[in-house]
């Protein structure tokens, strides 16, 4: 495991942080087989944990297996600090790709440098919208659905 995410400063695990989660984004887009679905679920609840903080949406109904793992995967990490979420993150996405940190670690040191490191507004992404870049297999169709319908009401209200 590298010692990359814990060195530095707040503001450089920031940007190495989101320079991860858009590699991940990339990564299980263009090969979702490449991430495990316990990395995924891992992952999710860090990125959650990581940019809104500790769980306050209420658990979902138990028929929607999904839905129960994601709050689970956030749930359990509530007494994790937003830092250490972000910093866990990063270390888990270098245990799946040890190669991606090679790549993010440039790119965070030119947000550092240019000042754009957490330019970003807490709870979304330039990619995914609320919550982040969307990279879950866990749903199915319909289940995505209805969770993109949700997206846009919440987007209403943010």
């Avoid at 910093?87 to 790709?97: F, K």
Wanted: glycine content about 8%; hydrophobic content about 35%.
């Amino acid at each position: 495991m590298s010692d990359t995410s814990t060195s530095g400063s707040a503001g450089d695990t920031e940007a190495l942080f989101h320079a991860a989660a858009d590699h991940l984004a990339q990564l299980v887009t263009s090969n979702p087989a490449s991430v495990p679905d316990s990395s995924k679920l891992q992952l999710y609840g860090l990125y959650k944990q990581a940019t809104i903080g500790p769980c306050h949406i209420s658990k979902p109904v138990f028929w929607n297996r999904a839905g129960c793992a994601k709050w689970n995967a956030w749930h359990k990490l509530r007494d994790l600090s937003q830092q250490a979420a972000m910093s866990q993150y990063i270390d888990v996405l270098q245990q799946q790709d040890p190669q991606w940190s090679v790549q993010a670690a440039a790119a965070a040191a030119t947000a550092v440098s240019t000042g754009t490191a957490g330019s970003r507004q807490q709870g979304s992404s330039s990619k995914g919208g609320i919550g982040g870049p969307v990279f879950s297999t866990l749903a199915s169709s319909s289940e995505q659905q209805e969770v993109r319908s949700w997206s846009r009401v919440l987007e209403l209200y943010t």
